[in-house]
């Protein structure tokens, strides 16, 4: 504790007593109140400042904030680290677990419209975006298809080997039902010249979402955040959260339409959401590794194992979701007619 008193005095202020949290974050008790003094990576560069200004610079408060230093900066160096100080939030909520996400999820809403910018589309980044991306899809898809094929020349199968070949066909369609929602994407843009995006999080969950003492939510752990598409936050939850043994995930299609109510996707954002969504990168990866991994048999069946999970999971809500956008499509479509014959 003696040791982050020279810290302090930078923000005039006067350890008491405090506490560690984790490896990089500890609670202080200070003559001014509890504060988080937190850690940051040596690396850690412009973005995460000019995420921070862009924050302050919006209408958007519902974030933590970054308390300045003497020399009215964010960031403090000390014995070769860097550190920032940030007020504690008791945290306390009586919400339970889904209305705590709903929360979240229409503060993230508000986060991405309120940092929301739009950007010139430049030369041919859509045609190039698109050829890329089917291209990895197509190579992936034909790798796994010659790896079963040699597979079943054999006589005995290893473990891993016999998953791989019993998760084919699944995986497979996977890739081609990534392939047409990328197509579906690329016909949409068009001739389009522009494209939003917002500040991202980029790791968003619960214990990212602290409750001050009036019950307020407020982000925290802005220190991977950046521009890009909205699609990009949640893209991260659910493959994160999807990281568990098999389950149907309503919950998460409930609050992926909590989000969409406060600021919904672009029809080609919701194409491309879906494509990146569906494709089951995790497994393709580690079949393309297999022979270079230095890990045992048990140990490549496991993870192939629990990439599988990963992969059904994330299919429970790609194809809830698909069957949500195409019956609200259907609903449009019908109403546009009768509207049209009256």
């Known amino acids: 504790m003696e040791e982050i008193e020279p810290l302090l005095r930078q923000y005039d202020l006067t350890l008491e007593y405090g506490e560690e ?7 202080i008790y200070t003559n001014k109140g509890p504060y988080v003094v937190k850690l940051l990576p040596n690396s850690i560069d412009q973005q995460f400042l000019h995420s921070y200004s862009s924050l302050r610079q919006s209408n958007f408060n519902q974030f933590v904030p970054i308390v300045l230093n003497r020399n009215q900066q964010l960031i403090s160096h000390y014995n070769g ?15 339970e677990r889904e209305k705590r996400h709903q929360y979240l999820f229409q503060e993230m809403a508000r986060l991405h419209k309120q940092t929301e910018q739009n950007v010139t589309l430049l030369g041919h980044e859509v045609s190039k975006h698109y050829e890329t991306y089917v291209k990895e899809l197509e190579e992936n898809k034909a790798f796994y298809e010659a790896f079963v ?32 929602k990328i197509e579906e994407w690329y016909e949409k843009m068009g001739e389009k010249e522009t494209s939003r995006i917002s500040l991202t999080h980029r790791k968003i969950s619960a214990h990212h979402f602290l409750y001050d003492q009036n019950e307020k939510g407020h982000f925290i752990n ?3 955040a950046r521009y890009a598409s909205p699609i990009d936050d949640f893209l991260l939850f659910i493959t994160r959260i999807a990281r568990t043994t098999p389950v149907q ?16 996707y672009t029809d080609e954002e919701m194409l491309l959401f879906l494509s990146y969504l569906a494709y089951p990168h995790r497994i393709c990866s580690l079949i393309k590794q297999s022979h270079t991994y230095p890990y045992t048999e048990l140990e490549k069946n496991r993870k192939l194992v629990k990439a599988y999970w990963q992969f059904k999971n994330i299919e429970y809500v790609v194809m809830k979701l698909s069957e949500i956008e195409e019956r609200k499509k259907r609903e449009a479509e019908a109403a546009e007619a009768k509207a049209t014959n009256e």
């Open 81 to 95: 680290q860097n550190y920032y100080v940030s007020p504690w939030l008791p945290n306390e909520p009586e919400d």
């Open 222 to 224: 802005f220190e991977q």
């Open 249 to 264: 995930s309503d919950d998460c299609v409930n609050w992926f339409y909590t989000y969409q109510k406060e600021y919904p």
């Open 149 to 180: 094929e040699k597979c079943e020349q054999k006589l005995y199968l290893s473990p891993f080997e016999l998953q791989a070949v019993t998760y084919y066909i699944e995986v497979s369609r996977a890739i081609d039902f990534s392939i047409k």
């Open 21 to 27: 949290v984790n490896s990089k974050v500890m609670k």
